[in-house]
């Protein structure tokens, strides 16, 4: 590894993506494809490093959410399929053709927007076609109540549009022990494959399929499409560690998030720390100043709600408000602590882990949104 310099960083364990995809791998059906989902910066990982490395592992295919998102991975060399999962601003559709990337269509008039565009120009574009078989936010709709298999149908005959493939998207496939919501997900199964056999008795090819997201792999695995989409799988992690699953892969974390204490002190009783005096020290305490704050992506929400960090391996909790660039942790139990130190945020202090699960239960929110929060100034080193 380089060398690490600075105050706060991110290591990425990129031989542990290839672990994670083999997991993966075990779950689905043997003719089933990864489409390696990489949006957001790949979950705040680092869209291009974790791209090629999941190139490495065998994975042909990627989804992001946008054109820019897209660009960035064809401007760093990236040759395979790229499909934009949401909304492209029609200013943008010249790089569709131009730089060879998959455009979803979101609607049926969106369909036909593209359509013109690409007649006007004289050239194809590729698309997949989203349909809405519940999670009622893109897409044509096709579900028990609004079945639009007509819309669906036109999109494949529309002049200088050359459709690659057909999808939908789980809404509740993380839940795999409430009634109801099992039902759900299975109408939408039914729904999605009934659209496939109507498309198919009207001699129309779909291409290829996906259907399942992270827990749409996890507990619906044996499900037969052309593709599977994981996002946070191949790093090593879930949404929520705490749902029950109907697999327990061994996923490996591959991010660990690290800062270094600042400067260590010690404090008498009824000292007050950091803004608004939230927190008053019943005792001498020491405490160390660590060089993390809300301006590198760890939520001030978490201030005063006895989340810990990891120091020499050894829980230290975060007291008083967490400020822009700092955050002060109770060290008192913890010896030789002194500045340069490396602090764990999350991931592993050596053999310890220290889930980023923890920090998103304390904020009430899911890792997806944890591991975006990172903001451009952590710096990613990659080994």
Excluded at 250 to 255: G, K, N, Q, V, Y
């Amino acid at each position: 590894m380089e060398e690490i310099q600075g105050r706060c960083w991110a290591e990425v364990d990129l031989a542990a993506v290839h672990h994670n995809v083999a997991e993966i791998q075990k779950m689905i059906p043997a003719a089933t494809k990864i489409m390696g989902i990489v949006k957001a910066n790949a979950y705040g990982h680092g869209d291009i490093e974790i791209t090629r490395e999941l190139v490495r592992c065998g994975v042909d295919y990627f989804g992001v959410a946008s054109m820019e998102e897209a660009l960035h991975l064809r401007n760093a060399g990236i040759v395979e399929p790229i499909l934009i999962l949401g909304y492209t601003i029609p200013t943008q559709f010249q790089y569709l053709h131009e730089r060879q990337i998959i455009q979803t269509i979101i609607s049926k008039s969106y369909g036909y927007e593209l359509s013109a565009y690409a007649k006007a120009h004289e050239v194809t574009i590729h698309a997949h076609i989203k349909v809405d078989t519940g999670m009622c936010r893109l897409g044509i709709q096709c579900k028990k109540d609004r079945w639009d298999s007509d819309a669906v149908k036109a999109m494949y005959h529309l002049p200088n549009l050359h459709i690659d493939g057909i999808f939908s998207h789980f809404s509740v496939s993380d839940e795999c022990q409430k009634a109801a919501d099992v039902a759900f997900t299975a109408e939408q199964i039914r729904c999605f494959d009934a659209l496939l056999a109507e498309l198919k008795a009207d001699g129309i090819n779909p291409g290829l399929t996906h259907l399942q997201n992270s827990y749409g792999i996890i507990n619906y695995p044996d499900l037969h499409y052309d593709y599977v989409r994981p996002g946070l799988l191949h790093l090593g992690v879930t949404s929520d560690d705490h749902l029950e699953t109907l697999r327990h892969p061994d996923f490996h974390p591959i991010m660990t998030w690290k800062a270094r204490v600042a400067y260590v002190k010690e404090i008498p009783a009824r000292s007050s720390v950091s803004y608004g005096r939230h927190f008053q020290s019943s005792k001498p305490m020491r405490i160390a100043t660590v060089s993390c704050g809300y301006a590198d992506g760890y939520p001030r929400i978490a201030s005063n709600q006895g989340k810990a960090v990891l120091i020499h391996e050894q829980r230290a909790k975060i007291i008083g408000n967490i400020c822009m660039d700092q955050m002060m942790v109770d060290i008192s139990h913890i010896d030789g602590v002194k500045e340069g130190d490396e602090v764990v945020l999350f991931g592993y202090d050596h053999k310890t882990l220290l889930p980023v699960d923890e920090l998103s239960r304390v904020c009430h929110t899911i890792n997806n949104e944890t591991l975006c929060r990172l903001s451009h100034r952590v710096k990613r080193i990659y080994r």
